[in-house]
């Protein structure tokens, strides 16, 4: 401390203004995809920048900065879920996200570059779209939380479970049994000899 008050609030703004615009694009990106549309995105992007950089001061390093924002994120959206019991969550994702083998490496977009074809070879994409949201939505939010975490922002088994407060072998038993029953609620979307 320089002893000079008027530094110290100059030095706090500085540092939320910098902790913004490390953030912001990240929390709304993430709020994106766990909502499904950009008005409630932005509307849990505010409330969760609102609690991070509230808790900033209190933020001890302990992990990633961005493990601890995301973790802020859910929390606020698992909040959201609980209260206000939301139907709509998932807009048009594509399936492709979703299939590909259950191993430790790769997100779901290097998953894609696998031999295998993906599931959903014969759908068109609003049928596909419509189809992963119905899909998603009989997942627990726990489950979601996992799969959005993995599948979309590409996050490694050890920063999901910080960010969610978990074991990191729950993270892998609950991504391998979301997969699962996406791959068998998913199938009776897809088109034969696609």
């Known amino acids: ?93 594509p399936l492709e996200k979703f299939f590909g083998k259950d191993d430790e490496e790769g997100s779901g977009e290097e998953r894609l570059k696998a031999d295998e074809p993906p599931l959903d070879a014969g759908l068109e994409t609003a049928e596909a779209g419509e189809a992963v949201q119905k899909a998603l939505l009989t997942l627990d939010e726990e489950s979601r939380a996992v799969v959005v975490l993995r599948e979309i922002e590409g996050l490694p088994y050890d920063r999901i479970a910080q960010a969610l407060d978990i074991p990191e072998g729950t993270v892998k038993s609950r991504l391998s049994r979301s997969r699962a029953a996406l791959r068998e609620k998913l199938r009776g979307f897809v088109k034969a000899g696609g």
């Open 1 to 93: 401390m320089s002893g000079n008050p008027e530094a110290e609030p100059v030095s706090k703004a500085s540092e939320e203004e910098r902790f913004l615009a490390d953030n912001a694009e990240r929390v709304f990106n993430l709020a994106l995809r766990l909502t499904g549309n950009a008005a409630d995105a932005e509307d849990l992007a505010q409330d969760a920048l609102i609690r991070a950089l509230k808790a900033l001061h209190g933020f001890r390093g302990e992990a990633a900065a961005s493990t601890w924002v995301y973790r802020i994120v859910v929390n606020t959206w698992k909040n959201r879920v609980r209260s206000e019991k939301r139907r709509g969550l998932w807009k048009m994702l």
